[in-house]
């Protein structure tokens, strides 16, 4: 069983800076992929960045120049850099994992966006 920590969720001004970070913890499994999805109220769960063990990464068009996910392999953490925030990025933020014993959830945490 894995074990996901969020933090660094907050309130923060348009054009202002977060950086969150996802803390994986237990025994007996590799992490292969980490990610952060985020879901806004009314709307559907979506795909915000992916990072895998070798460091490669993909994201969103709507978070592209602005985000970036990093991983931190020693200590089983992923982060994401967000710049440049916009009110349309306010949502829930949720880690995501997938391991050599399955794939897991974080508990999310709030990102708001907001003058």
């Known amino acids: 069983q894995v074990q996901l920590v969020e933090s660094g969720g907050g309130l923060v001004q348009p054009g202002g800076s977060l950086r969150l970070s996802c803390a994986a913890s237990g025994a007996g499994f590799i992490i292969y992929i980490m990610g952060w999805y985020r879901q806004a109220p009314g709307k559907q769960r979506e795909l915000v960045a992916t990072i895998t063990s070798g460091a490669t990464t993909n994201y969103a068009d709507s978070v592209k120049g602005r985000f970036t996910i990093s991983r931190d392999n020693t200590k089983s953490t992923v982060y994401l850099q967000m710049n440049s925030l916009k009110p349309d990025d306010t949502a829930v933020y949720y880690c995501?994992?997938?391991?050599?014993?399955?794939?897991?959830w974080g508990q999310g945490t709030q990102v708001t966006v907001s003058s």
């Open positions: 995501r994992t997938t391991t050599t014993i399955g794939g897991y």
